[in-house]
């Protein structure tokens, strides 16, 4: 047991990885119970959210405890068939999440300029 912490400490895991799995195309009426059933075989869970309104239907969110239990489950269940739909395993990006937020806010902040200073996009044209 000691040796295996001791490779465990040692080993560099890619940037990507971290303790959150984002999985997406789950069947849309799977329970937490499920989940916990079939991402608890690698490890000791954190919490897991399964998406319940319309836009986040079929994913979820799995956090582990520890790092190397979300990776060797991110490994072995990318592609596992849950009620004939493959499971798509990914870690979470917060930096992708929030992308297209922060997008939304930039085009929100740029037409309340353009009405403070009176600036139509016929304007820039010429």
Known sequence: MALAM??????RLPPEVNRVLYIRNLPYKI???EMYDIF???GAIRQIRVGNTPETRGTAFV???DIFDAKNACDHLSGFNVCNRYLVVL????T?????????K????LEKMKSKYNISTDDLKK
């Open 96 to 104: 992708k999440a929030f992308k297209r937020l922060d997008v939304d």
């Open 31 to 33: 329970t937490s119970d």
């Open 106 to 109: 930039k085009q929100e902040e």
């Open 6 to 11: 001791q490779k465990r400490n040692n080993v």
């Open 40 to 42: 608890g075989k690698y």
């Open 63 to 65: 956090v582990f405890e």
């Open 91 to 94: 870690y979470y990006q917060s």
